[in-house]
């Protein structure tokens, strides 16, 4: 059937509607186009379906820069011009908050960088000698020998990990590869998984990363992991050095940092600013990115994860800085704690949630910064802290993760 797209929604699938009023959702197209499609799940309210031809192209359209769009599931903007992917998740973002009657700031910030090789992380499933992608709505696989959104450095590990693959035994040994390299991208990082436990030696690790280390000078350590538990095998350091706006932290195998190499002094900036004072409170705090970075006389950063966590107190031990390991629920449920003048966070895709809110709320810090990469929990969150006395100051969109129909933002809340 022929449909005109009205608009782009949050998952990358462009927004048309039949004469009769169902929705339909089309991916691999842009607001105003006519495509042509066919519906390829059809439910009560909705349908899904598969992109046949673009019958009038957006002035916006341009051709994908990478040969496995659209097979492959990991990018859904490939098709259109950086700015305007910007503009598209401008407008989700205003619309989500729209929908969840919540009053704009003036005005919504942005913030992009390039729009290629930014990621510092990527991580590929193991097939055979060969890495690979989900394909895109499936859980087949699709080997790819690149990935022009990785920086430079990843896509040179790539071809080597393929090249040494099967001499290494790759596959008897992880079902996914994770590479990570830092902002100078002098350091490299890689994290191999399995999903089951399997008896490893640790000669044939060694044997892994000694032949790899040969494809690649900067090749710092590697690390096996089980997904059943937290044990890790690893040759070379289990850390590199990550280095944002002077700030230099300790990120190891395991451990989370932000993706965009480019944009990461930038979100510090946002988030922080020029803020000061004597107390805070970092919640979700990773390795430290905000808390170290803090103005403040007495932070206290709180993470649950064991290596991030781990990484949290080597970055912070040089300040009067407490480190809490806890879930940030139960650290807000711990009783008479001295009330701070700034709470940020950063919480995973779930965003906050209700009991956190609540606490939050009682606590009644005068800011609170929320850095969200989801718009759905974000707004929802949104509510509810606006219900315990809080108002919207400013809200910035960063565009972290450019082909894709991610998005993350920094929104500041005053105390009423």
């Known amino acids: 059937m022929k449909l005109r797209i009205e608009k782009a929604i949050y998952g990358g699938d462009g927004l048309a509607r039949v004469p009769e009023g169902k929705t339909v959702f089309v991916p691999g197209t842009l607001p105003g186009e006519l495509v042509e499609a066919t519906i390829a799940a059809d439910r009560r309210s909705f349908a899904t379906s ?21 097979r492959c599931g990991g990018c859904q903007y490939q098709h259109a011009s950086p700015a ?13 908050m729209a929908r969840a009657h919540l009053p704009l700031p003036g005005e919504i910030g ?5 729009p290629w090789g930014y990621r510092n992380r990527i991580r590929l499933h193991v097939m055979g000698g060969a890495l690979g992608y989900r394909q895109r709505g499936s859980h087949n696989l699709l080997p790819v020998t690149h990935c022009p959104i ?13 090249r040494i693959a099967k001499e290494t035994s790759l596959a008897s040994l992880c079902d996914e590869v994770e590479f990570f390299t830092n902002g100078e991208q002098d350091q490299l990082l890689v994290s191999l998984w399995s999903e089951k436990p399997r008896r490893v030696r640790e000669r ?18 590697v690390g096996l992991f089980s997904q059943q538990s937290s044990s890790i095998l690893h040759w070379g350091q289990r850390s590199l050095t990550y280095t944002v706006s002077g700030h230099v932290y300790q990120v190891s195998l395991g451990s989370f940092f932000q993706v965009n190499r480019f944009l990461a002094p930038a979100l510090l900036q946002l988030a922080i600013g020029e803020r000061s004072g004597g107390r805070a ?54 009783p008479a704690q001295p009330k701070p003048e700034l709470i940020v966070v950063d919480p995973p895709r779930a965003g906050l949630g209700k009991d956190i809110c609540s606490h939050l709320g009682s606590v009644a810090a005068p800011e609170i910064v929320y850095v969200s990469c989801d718009p759905a ?20 969109l960063v565009d972290l993760f450019p082909q894709t129909f991610h998005m993350e933002t920094v929104t500041s809340l005053k105390r009423n």
Not at 110 to 114: E, K, N, P, R, Y
Not at 208 to 213: E, V
Not at 303 to 331: C, I, Q, W, Y
């Open 84 to 96: 305007f992917q910007l503009q598209m998740k401008l407008d989700i973002l205003k619309e989500t």
């Open 204 to 221: 044939s690790l060694e044997g892994f990363a000694d032949r790899l280390q040969v494809e690649i000078a900067a090749l710092t350590g």
């Open 150 to 162: 990785a920086a430079p450095l990843i896509e040179q590990a790539i071809a080597a990990v393929e």
């Open 50 to 70: 598969v992109l046949d031809a673009v019958l009038e192209p957006s002035p916006e359209r341009v051709a994908p820069g990478c040969e496995y769009v659209p």
């Open 281 to 334: 409170w970092d919640l979700y705090s990773g390795v430290g990115l905000f808390a170290q970075a803090l103005n403040f006389e007495h932070v206290t950063a709180v993470e649950s994860e064991g290596f991030s966590a781990d990484d949290l107190n080597v970055n912070l031990e040089n300040k009067p800085h407490r480190v809490v390991r806890s879930n940030t629920l139960d650290f807000l449920r711990t």
């Open 377 to 396: 929990t974000l707004t929802r969150d949104l509510q509810s802290l606006l219900q315990h006395g809080y108002s919207v100051q400013t809200m910035n």
């Open 110 to 114: 942005s913030l992009a960088g390039a």
